[in-house]
């Protein structure tokens, strides 16, 4: 408790570290405002049957993505999904198109052109996604919108697309002015504005006298699980495979350089939480579709393929995102992982891996230490993605058994460790004891996978 008093008090004394702090802090609660803020022609006294709809399922982690912005019919209701979808989709044609190749390796001209290009495709999903959104608020609260249907569709539709591109311009805002990346803390503090909510939930359910729910005991039982799927995703966040590397002595003069060995931590789990991201991404879009289809005709088929892929412990919508989560993760390693130019570098730099020739060979061995070391992360991480669908079989409410795993637990974990990593390098580089006693906190923050 000293230590983290004393931490508090250093960070106060950095004026850039505090002013960035607070900006952050600032631009959170605007956007933590703007998802109570109703669409015009909505009376939100109607709602509760939306709200119901989002209480459990997959629009439930849609909603909590958003922080309720999604069930309260908020200006920002559809939050910065499609922004990330977008990225997705972008990150998706650099490995198929070469044009798109180019840009990537164009550096600051070529990140411009890409930002340029993600934002005219999220206008695009969105003018898709909005109007979707209004006809299931239509069907499920049609007593809520008081005004003309026409207008109501046509305006909501450009508030919508207006609202998450201002979430998307305070999530730049904040990585330019503030702490940590923008779009992971927008994410993140959406995640947590529904926790409180949850654990009251939970507690009521455990606790109440008809509920038949195990009481305190089960309570008890279930936080201490809670804990312990916590430290797991820290572990593995952070876990790595270290692979030694030795520098050739070279004299400059009266200089020696080299001579030393360094350790290559390659990650257990190099792609992040954008795995399931992009998988959670891909199972979004085409429920959205189907839920259109189904409610406009008589489909049987949508309807049927709706129902199964919207049963959040159901069998086939776990293996499927398990399944999407482990063929992504090998994905997004290979997308942002190259041993090519690793080895390259380490040739250059006069180093080499001990009993493995420099060049080609290094190249091979470190693509296969990776391939060995990817397929139980992504395994892990599978398993830790549909944890909630388990937490909620075992009797956990819906809206608390989120945080038993899935996208929210290791999105949680990711960001907090990756902006405590940027508040320790700023106390650091301004000599003050970092928030660690010993080690370097390692995360990983969304947005930053997304750029």
Known sequence: MKRLIETIRNIWKIEELKNRILATLGFLLVYRLGSFVVLPGVNPEYLQALDEQTSDGVLSLLDMFSGGAFSNASVVGLGIMPYISASIVVQLLGMVFPYFQRLQRDGESGRRKINQITRLLTVGILIFQAPTYLFNLRMKAPEAIVMDDTMFTISSTIILTAGTMFVMWLGERITDKGIGNGISLIIMIGIIARLPHSIV??????????????????????????????????????????????????????KQYGGVRQYIPLKVNAAGVMPIIFAQAIMFLPISFLGFAAQS???????????????????????????????????????????????????????????????????DFIDSIMSKITLPGSILLAIVAILPAFAQMAGVDSSFAQFYGGTSLLILVGVVLDTLQQIESHLLMRHYDGLMKSGRIMGRSVGAAIH
């Open 297 to 363: 005709s008589e489909s049987g088929v949508a309807q049927s393929i709706l129902t199964t892929f919207s049963d959040f412990t159901g069998f086939w919508y776990n293996f499927v995102f398990a399944l999407l989560i482990i063929v992504f993760t090998y994905f997004y390693t290979a997308l942002i992982m190259n041993p090519q130019q690793m080895a390259e570098d380490m040739k250059r730099n006069g180093g080499y891996i001990p009993g493995v020739k420099p060049g080609k060979k290094t190249a």
């Open 201 to 254: 939930a939970e507690f009521a359910d455990k606790l109440s006298v008809t509920s038949g729910s195990g009481g305190l005991v089960m309570l008890l039982l279930e936080f201490l699980f809670l804990f312990f799927v916590f430290v797991g995703s820290i572990a593995l966040v952070q876990g790595t495979r270290r692979i030694p590397v030795q520098y050739a002595k070279r004299i400059e003069g009266n």
